[in-house]
């Protein structure tokens, strides 16, 4: 790739982020249409990669292309989201149910153990103490060694892409559960998912690390139950705005 290319490509990477984060933040309203001078001015980037960067928001499904031209901020239901969330454990559930079919190296399951190993110790302590920062990121590393599992590039790439989908990400609701003890020690169940999931692809149980898989992200939608029900809980969660009750 050449120079040109890889500074483009940051542009674009750079103007999405910034995009994103403006949509999260609620600088915009649902249903909003979003200029690309606007943006452009806001975020000290050309035109170009603010274009490019809606044109990928789009396919995350964030932005709508809307009849008059231009984007728009969606507005999401509930049931998008249930959706969203849905599609994402049926992909890692396959990525699992592969794996235990094909096995994986010694190597990779002691990578994918030392992990969990680390995620054991964050959730023991009494959950006032719950270390929320370090949770986010060993919980980040276990999804991606999770879609990983498999050596299949285009599972990686299709879970990739549906974790972009606004709200599907596994860590969409940590946030919300920092404050709330009750509500934070689904955590240790999501923990006691992890060692399941793990447990049946060592052991080439291929149905059960599907069905424990696909389990384990239901748990995102209980959760997006919980928080939908209390409006603290729902001002906490980054976006949530966007979706209309």
Do not use: W
């Amino acid at each position: 790739m050449s120079r040109q290319s890889e500074k483009s490509l940051s542009q674009t990477l750079r103007a999405a982020l910034g995009v994103r984060d403006l949509l999260y933040s609620g600088t915009f309203r649902p249903g909003e249409r979003l200029s690309e001078i606007a943006l452009s001015d806001r975020l000290g980037l050309s035109r170009t990669p603010i274009r490019a960067a809606l044109a990928r928001l789009e396919q995350e499904g964030l932005v709508e292309v809307i009849p008059s031209g231009g984007y728009a901020v969606r507005t999401f239901s509930e049931a998008d989201i249930i959706d969203a969330i849905e599609l994402r454990g049926v992909l890692e559930g396959t990525a699992a149910r592969l794996a235990a079919e094909r096995g994986i190296s010694d190597d990779y399951l002691n990578a994918i153990s030392n992990t969990l190993r680390e995620l054991d110790e964050i959730v023991a302590p009494p959950v006032a103490e719950l270390d929320f920062e370090r949770y986010h990121e060993c919980n980040a590393v276990f999804h991606d060694q999770l879609r990983n599992l498999s050596g299949s590039t285009i599972i990686r790439q299709e879970i990739e892409r549906v974790t972009n989908m606004p709200f599907a990400d596994p860590s969409a609701f940590l946030k919300a559960q920092v404050d709330f003890p009750e509500f934070r020690a689904s955590l240790q169940v999501g923990q006691e998912h992890h060692r399941a999931i793990i447990d049946a692809v060592a052991k080439r149980e291929g149905a059960r690390a599907e069905a424990l898989a696909r389990e384990h992200a239901r748990l995102a939608k209980r959760n997006l139950d919980y928080v939908m029900k209390n409006q603290i809980l729902k001002d906490s969660v980054p976006g949530l705005f966007l979706v209309a009750v």
